[in-house]
């Protein structure tokens, strides 16, 4: 070292005999109130070392490089002492240091006026500094704006007796500071206070080194949802346990030898794991028997292992306090004397559970053309991973560290790679990078998977709490190079919720990776809180519907919603439900009286539904009579009247000329349609050239095509039009309202549905699929394909007519369906269903973009909005319609119907039942075209394609 370079002789000089005592202590961060103009070296590290030493460095950032933020006055909230909470204070500067540093909006105080709030809402609530959780408050301001809260203080929370569990509480949140899109974030101030219906706590003894232990005291007795809790905490983060279960997952792991200290009971198969040993040490780790006990079982570890590829042992300790590689040690694998004193060095401060874990030290080498400072460096690399919504393990971001060999190596001490970019540094191929991320992904999996399943089986005393569950890891692991150069995934250790620091600085380093590693975590934090919101509301169902739409039941029942049913009957084929109510549904020539008599005889049981829907056509307008008289949200009557008079909605469409700043005006999507009550009807449409031949005529209050007929002349359209008159008896396509009828023009072009989620006027999703070429003249469905292969245009077109449509004529609120053509001169209204799309519809979407609309439309009814990313599809479906007449036969056979059940099992195909059409076959693939050739060679071995039902030609416009 240099003269320049030396340090000061004294060091512990304080700043005081330097420039003075003036100095203002304003929220933990000391700054001199009067700085001489010139300071030397000296003076400017005195000043620095002094910043150092409030005793909070470890765990929220100095912030001396920035004047002190102007922090609000209300910042320590309704339920805080008048004195200044400090460390509050400290908390939000750390946040405003972030946010301006990383070129976000800084907070702004909207305390002045409190917030009203719905108390169905969606409330997540991070208990936190803001250093740990930033990944996941600005995710949620994406995904869910306004519904993501950082509480940094327990006083801006208050626990109340549970309304929905018993001997629980329920957490309020008073005062947060609340995330929305773009990275804005307001300090808000709520009145009511908010429930929270998702809970993360990182104050913890765990989370922050004993700082911030407040939390532990606030989670206990909850009845939300919660990321872990401090029993699964412990469990998670027991290097020992999670090697167990890694060893029963067939996941890597280091050869370890362990020494659980003063430990309660036995790990289930503790001994039976290959190249794990454990010792346990019941005494005083000072203890001379404890110490023998020791050296002999290093020696033998040793002696066994004397002949294996390493020559290190690592030396590092096991339980929720240990992180950040404290105590960890390296030695050489025959030092059986320093070996011995370093577990005894930590024996010393460990709790009672704790382990010392002495294992295998793995050296990352490179592969064999790059031989340049072999063994200098190793890495590691951390794989998060998060319990999906689905309830599914799914690895979100891979972030890796770059060391010198000799020392520990973790978040704190590295820069953070990608995995890319650090494999390519060593010289790995583009081949080998792939395949080493997709080990690591499923091995990733393998260990959540692990967890998942061991949890799934605890108590709730286990657990902690009610709803307490791992919903996020991050697992430390290394590539070990075998024998056949190969490289295999070893997992180290892994870390439980609050996990995710290292992939914040990563993307705040990478903006274009922002909410990579959170946005799946918080779409989890959503479901659940979506599941918390409605278990035991009651849900009042028009109308049981034929069996295609049983399942509607079967998931209100699992999402513990109390359905009340009414219908005309009922007989034991219906599925099951809590209430049924008998009222006659045949005559739906008067809705109000129906909604009305049906209120009466609710009350008079004492039921007070808190949503009423119907998933079946003819009933939507029932549902929204009663909506509207008992103040519910969803459609509202007039809308669903229209919406159900096909007639009507062109007519109203047509009128809509108007101006629109952001959309098309709306009579561009209608069509001329002329209303056929008689014979005169059609020749006044004929000779007025109203309507211009060929024509369509359908069911004015039609659905699933029943009725509808291509009509070449005036007189074929007058014979249908009174053979269906004299005929048509067929439940649940509209008859109930009368058999009038319509004749609009033909429109050639592409046919596709649209499925809109609507929420308060605003549309929160849209999937478009296309419909193959309809069977002419009646225009029954063939087949189907989702996503659309459609351009992005086009796409964008028909989901704005859709919307636009809807909101014309006052669908405000719901799940609709929505099917248009498009034409040469763009998208052409056919016809809107105020209910949710039947048929394969919902599991297609579930399928292809992981939303489900039947708990959407659920969520609605109850007044609850839905918070959806519809993710980019990674696979597309191609289904075929099989109709009675065709395939009647095939799909009776038994062992027909077994093999299709077996590819569904397998996730090959999709196989969804009905009562008019029979049946959907669906093939799933990457890809429409992988999808196509598939459904073409599986409707070739049922015998599904036939040469009047030739699938292959059906499916023409899909690319090939």
């Not at 460095?57 to 490089?65: F, R």
């Not at 994406?142 to 203080?153: A, K, Q, R, V, Y």
């Not at 209050?701 to 359209?717: F, P, Q």
Request: aromatic share 8%; charged share 20%.
């Amino acid at each position: 070292m240099n003269e320049t370079q030396q340090q000061p002789q004294n060091p512990n000089l304080s700043l005081s005999h330097i420039i003075g005592d003036k100095f203002a202590a304003s929220s933990g961060i000391l700054q001199p109130t009067v700085r001489k103009c010139c300071q030397n070296e000296y003076n400017i590290y005195e000043e620095l070392l002094l910043n150092e030493s409030n005793g909070m460095e470890d765990y929220t950032a100095p912030l001396w490089q920035k004047k002190t933020w102007k922090v609000p006055h209300g910042l320590c909230g309704p339920l805080a002492s008048s004195k200044d909470d400090n460390q509050l204070t400290r908390f939000y500067e750390a946040l405003q240091h972030t946010l301006y540093e990383t070129g976000l909006p800084e907070t702004i105080d909207l305390t002045g006026v409190s917030k009203k709030q719905s108390c169905d809402q969606v409330t997540i609530g991070i208990l936190s500094s803001p250093v740990e959780c930033m990944s996941n408050l600005l995710a949620g301001g994406e995904l869910c704006p306004g519904d993501m809260l950082l509480i940094m203080s327990d006083t801006w929370c208050s626990k109340q007796t549970s309304p929905i569990l018993p001997n629980k509480y329920s957490l309020y949140v008073h005062q947060a500071v609340t995330f929305y899109e773009g990275g804005y974030s307001f300090l808000e101030r709520y009145d009511p206070p908010r429930r929270v219906t998702y809970f993360v706590n990182y104050f913890t003894d765990a989370c922050t080194g004993g700082v911030c232990c407040e939390g532990e005291k606030l989670e206990k007795g909850l009845d939300c949802p919660m990321s872990s809790s401090l029993k699964l905490n412990q469990i998670v983060d027991d290097k020992l346990y999670t090697r167990i279960l890694l060893g029963k997952a067939g996941v890597g792991y280091p050869v370890t030898l362990a020494f659980r200290y003063k430990a309660i009971g036995s790990y289930e198969n503790e001994n039976e794991i290959s190249n794990i040993t454990v010792v346990r040490i019941d005494d005083g780790a000072c203890h001379s028997a404890s110490k023998n006990l020791v050296r002999n079982a290093i020696s033998k570890f040793i002696t066994e292992n004397k002949n294996s590829a390493y020559n290190k042992l690592v030396v590092k300790p096991s339980g929720v306090s240990w992180y950040g590689s404290k105590c960890v040690s390296f030695h050489n694998k025959m030092d059986v004397d320093g070996i011995t004193a370093a577990v005894q060095n930590v024996f010393e401060h460990l709790q009672e559970g704790d382990s010392v874990l002495v294992e295998e030290y793995i050296q990352f080498e490179q592969p064999k053309h790059q031989n340049h400072d072999i063994g200098k460096y190793n890495v590691r690399i951390r794989s998060n991973v998060v319990r999906n919504s689905s309830g599914n393990s799914q690895t979100t971001q891979i972030t890796c560290g770059i060391g010198i060999s000799d020392q520990p190596i973790n978040g704190d001490n590295t820069i953070p790679h990608s995995l890319e970019l650090l494999l390519k540094k060593f010289g790995f191929s583009d081949i080998q990078i792939r395949e080493i991320r997709q080990d690591i992904a499923l091995q990733s999996e393998k260990c959540m998977a692990a967890i998942i399943q061991s949890e799934a089986g605890l108590s709730e005393e286990k657990r902690g709490e009610v709803g307490a569950q791992t919903d996020l890891i991050g697992i430390d692991l290394i590539l070990k190079k075998t024998e056949e150069a190969k490289y295999e995934v070893v997992v180290l250790e892994i870390n439980s919720h609050d996990c995710m620091i290292n992939c914040q600085i990563y993307e705040f380093i990478n903006r274009n990776k922002l909410h990579e590693a959170a946005a799946d975590l918080v779409e989890t934090m959503i479901a659940r809180s979506n599941a918390f919101l409605i278990k035991g509301k009651t849900l009042l169902v028009i109308g049981v519907g034929d069996f295609s739409k049983w399942f509607a039941f079967e998931e209100a029942n699992r999402h513990g919603v109390n359905v009340v049913l009414v219908d005309t009957d009922f007989d034991n084929s219906m599925p099951s439900v809590p209430v049924f109510v008998e009222h006659d549904l045949s005559n739906l020539k008067n809705i109000e009286k129906i909604a009305s008599d049906i209120i009466r005889k609710l009350h008079s049981k004492k039921i007070y539904p808190d949503g009423c829907i119907s998933f079946w056509e003819d009933y939507a307008p029932i549902a929204a009579a009663i909506c509207e008289k008992l103040k519910l949200v969803g459609s509202n009557f007039r809308a669903a009247t229209i919406a159900k008079n096909k007639f009507l909605t062109h007519q109203i469409l047509s009128k809509r000329m108007g101006d629109i700043p952001h959309f098309p005006r709306t009579y561009l999507y209608s069509s001329k349609t002329h209303q056929i009550d008689s014979d005169a009807d059609i020749q006044k449409a004929v000779s007025e050239k109203t309507i211009s031949l060929p024509a369509v005529l359908k069911l004015l209050y039609g659905s699933s095509a029943v009725g509808v007929h291509l009509v070449k002349t005036e007189e074929e359209c007058k014979q249908y039009f009174n053979e269906i008159q004299e005929k048509l008896d067929m439940h649940g396509v509209g008859l109930g309202f009368g058999s009038s009828m319509m004749l609009t023009n033909f429109i050639a072009g592409s046919e596709h549905d649209v499925d809109l989620i609507i929420f308060n006027r605003k549309l929160v999703a849209a999937f478009v699929s296309d419909n193959g070429p309809t069977r002419v003249p009646d225009f029954t469905e063939t087949v189907a394909v989702m996503p659309s292969t459609l351009d992005e245009e086009s796409k964008s077109q028909l989901i704005t007519t859709a919307y636009q449509c809807c909101l014309e004529i006052g669908l405000e609120n719901g799940v609709f369906n929505i099917e248009l053509m498009m034409t040469k001169t763009g998208p052409k209204l056919l016809e809107i269903n105020a209910r949710m799309g039947g048929y394969y519809l919902r599991d297609w979407i579930l399928q292809c973009y992981g939303v489900d609309i039947l708990l959407s439309a659920m969520m609605i009814s109850f007044g609850i909005r839905p918070h959806i990313r519809a993710k980019k599809p990674t696979r597309s479906i191609v289904g075929v319609m099989c109709l009675p007449s065709e395939h009647g036969d095939i799909l009776s056979d038994r062992e027909v119907l077994k093999r299709l059940k077996e590819k569904q099992d397998n996730g090959s195909i999709r196989f969804s039942k009905f009562d008019f059409p029979i049946a959907n076959i669906a093939a799933i693939g990457p890809d429409a075209t992988t999808a196509m050739k598939a459904l073409i060679d599986l409707c070739d071995t049922f015998r599904i394609s036939t040469p009047s039902y030739n699938v292959e030609k059906m499916l023409s416009f899909v690319p090939s």
